[in-house]
């Protein structure tokens, strides 16, 4: 193949999609991608055909190379030898040498490549629901907003809340704008300190529509998302559903508009007397903590508080330290 049909499949690529470019010419990705790094550093001299090298007979296949960099791409965090763990679970018995010397080719040798090389992919958001009933409690969490609407002097007023489906621990923060931002904030700030004092282990985020409660930020924010999730060894998938009309969802927004109309009745009257925006968030981090600590909910007949019903869930003690109890501002 000369360079010109090489660069034509380059900006077929580009047009259309890689992996749809790939599969219509019958390449890999890993060529796909390489192809691309040449034709960036020197043109279509890159391009051109070179002198065949040597091609050992226990080289690294183009479809295993593939399914190394698959896995890189869920588990950036792991190095050769976690990554060549993984793919022995996967019936594929790849040494840790073999999977180094492909990161090695790669450029991905070192953790902080392979997170860069996942956010230059620019992971997308699965539009399909996840299977809800295949996740435990802390292993699900649910992202969403609600407008409670313009107050003065606070002015307008969204929250924006994470919610885990089986356990119903939930936080909440109020900000005055629709920003993918806010969740990085909300997770980094609340959601991932308090995952790892109880061990929560989250596999799925999954950005909601239902009534008037609104997902923000869409594709441009997905990236950020995952890149957190890595940066604190998160092993999530990330779901953005289009629709939800599946009776899946009956007992999630149950769940969800339960939690919103309750959070909204506490703060109601503080909202409507003009207090100041910092005193209306003092009272919701008050709210929470009641919530999720004392409040008794019916999980399968049995009343427990949230913190309770994870405890028992997972065999973990409820141990929680100092700054719980304590109001933060942000």
């Known amino acids: 193949m000369n360079g010109a049909e090489k ?3 380059l900006l077929a690529g580009q047009g259309d999609g890689v992996k749809a470019c790939c599969a219509r010419y019958g390449i890999s990705r890993t060529l796909y991608y390489r192809w691309l790094r040449r034709y960036e550093s020197r043109g ?14 226990n080289k690294t296949s183009p479809e295993l ?5 698959d896995v890189v791409r869920n588990n950036p965090a792991y190095g050769p030898r976690e990554l060549s763990y993984r793919l022995q679970e996967m019936g594929r018995r790849v040494g840790e040498s073999a999977v180094y010397n492909v990161l090695r080719r790669e450029g991905l040798s070192t953790r902080a490549q392979r997170r860069s090389y ?3 992919k620019g992971h997308k958001a699965l539009e399909a629901l996840p299977r809800f009933d295949g996740y435990g409690s802390g292993e699900c969490w649910l992202f969403w907003t609600s407008y409670y609407g313009r107050f003065e002097p606070a002015g307008d007023l969204y929250a924006y809340t994470i919610l885990d489906l089986r356990s119903r621990i939930a936080c909440t923060r109020l900000y005055a704008d629709l920003d993918i931002g806010r969740f990085a904030d909300l997770l980094e700030g609340v959601a991932i300190p308090v995952a790892r004092l109880l061990k929560l282990e989250p596999k799925c985020w999954c950005l909601l529509e239902a009534g008037g409660m609104k997902t923000v930020g869409r594709k441009r924010g997905y990236a950020e998302l995952y890149d957190l999730a890595y940066r604190h060894s998160f092993d999530v998938k990330l779901h953005a559903p289009s629709g939800e009309a599946s009776p899946s969802l009956q007992s999630v927004r149950q769940a969800m508009e339960a939690y919103h109309r309750r959070s909204l009745a506490d ?14 968030k003092t009272r919701l981090q008050i709210r929470l903590r009641d919530y999720n600590m004392t409040e008794l909910q019916d999980f399968g007949g049995r009343p427990l508080a949230p913190l309770d019903y994870h405890a028992e869930a997972t065999g973990r003690r409820k141990i929680l330290p100092v700054w719980v109890y304590m109001e933060r501002d942000y």
Do not use: H, Y
Request: aromatic residues 2%.
């Open 7 to 9: 660069l034509n499949i």
């Open 44 to 57: 279509m001299a890159g391009l051109e055909e070179g002198r065949k090298r040597f091609c050992p007979a």
């Open 65 to 69: 190379v593939e399914l190394i960099l």
């Open 118 to 120: 996942v956010t230059r």
């Open 267 to 280: 703060l109601l009257p503080l909202l409507k007397s003009g207090a100041a925006l910092r005193d209306i």
